[in-house]
């Protein structure tokens, strides 16, 4: 069984800063992707940002140029540092994993319970 937990949301200004992180634990034979994506109310969950094994990364739009993902492959580990945060970028924000799971074909998908970030005005 395969777990992400994440930590590192909460309460901050606007052009403040967050550092959430998501940790993937249980028997993995190789993490593909991991990223991030959020939730607004009434909106659809949309991408911020991935990274592959290899370091590529993606970002959204609205994050480019504020948001830096990274990852400790060691440590099954992905970071989101999210700096000049707007009151925009509130929302639930969930860890997501492509990876491949021992003695399995194929890639698995597992998603985080989520880490709420409220960014006031």
């Known amino acids: 069984q395969v777990q992400l937990v994440e930590s590192g949301g909460g309460l901050v200004q606007a052009g403040g800063s967050l550092r959430p992180s998501c940790a993937a634990s249980g028997s993995i034979l190789t993490i593909y992707v991991m990223g991030w994506y959020r939730q607004a109310p009434g909106k659809q969950r949309e991408l911020v940002a991935l990274?592959?094994?290899?370091?590529?990364?993606n970002y959204a739009d609205s994050v480019k140029g504020r948001f830096t993902i990274s990852r400790d492959n060691a440590k099954n580990t992905v970071y989101l540092q999210m700096n000049s945060l707007k009151p925009e970028d509130t929302a639930v924000y969930y860890c997501?994993?492509?990876?491949?799971?021992?003695?399995?074909?194929?890639?698995?998908?597992?998603w985080g319970q989520g880490t709420q970030v409220t960014v006031s005005s």
């Open positions: 990274i592959t094994s290899g370091g590529g990364t």
């Open positions: 997501n994993t492509r990876l491949r799971l021992p003695l399995q074909r194929g890639q698995y998908e597992y």
